[in-house]
């Protein structure tokens, strides 16, 4: 029985504020300390089912950053795929350490989605991040 993200009430958030979801199996506390800095709430992952278990009856996301090789059986954007059906304005960037145009070969990227190739620096990882929620 697939695992399900059911929509729940949003949280309290802050103005500028919003709740971004971390799921990376190398990398995660990174990313997700530079997006406290940033003055988001974050929620960490280290797989896919472990995400979709996490946000079950949770608050909605609105950003999820995900490796696109999760271990697990659910890869990043089959994450992202589940997690838009409850939260059809959920942004998402990927991280990847494959070149962007060997990911977008998998198909295309939806409105709201974005890649990051790895490396990167905390700054590139910022700007993103502030471009893609203020749209």
């Known amino acids: ?11 309290d958030l802050a103005p500028g504020e919003y709740l971004c979801l971390s799921v990376d199996d190398n990398g995660r506390l990174v990313i997700a300390e530079t997006l406290r800095e940033l003055g988001h709430t974050v929620k960490v992952f280290e797989n896919g089912p472990m995400a979709l278990a996490g946000m079950d009856g949770g608050p909605r996301p609105d950003l999820l950053i995900s490796d696109v090789g999760l271990p697990g059986g659910i890869n990043g954007r089959q994450l992202a795929d589940r997690l838009h059906l409850p939260s059809p304005g959920l ?45």
């Open 1 to 11: 029985m697939p695992v399900s993200v059911r929509e729940a009430e949003p949280l």
């Open 91 to 135: 942004k998402v960037l990927f991280v990847t350490g494959y070149d962007e145009h060997a990911v977008l070969a998998e198909g295309s990227l939806d409105d709201g989605m974005s890649v990051l190739t790895k490396p990167f620096t905390l700054p590139a990882l910022a700007t993103r991040v502030s471009q893609m929620l203020e749209k």
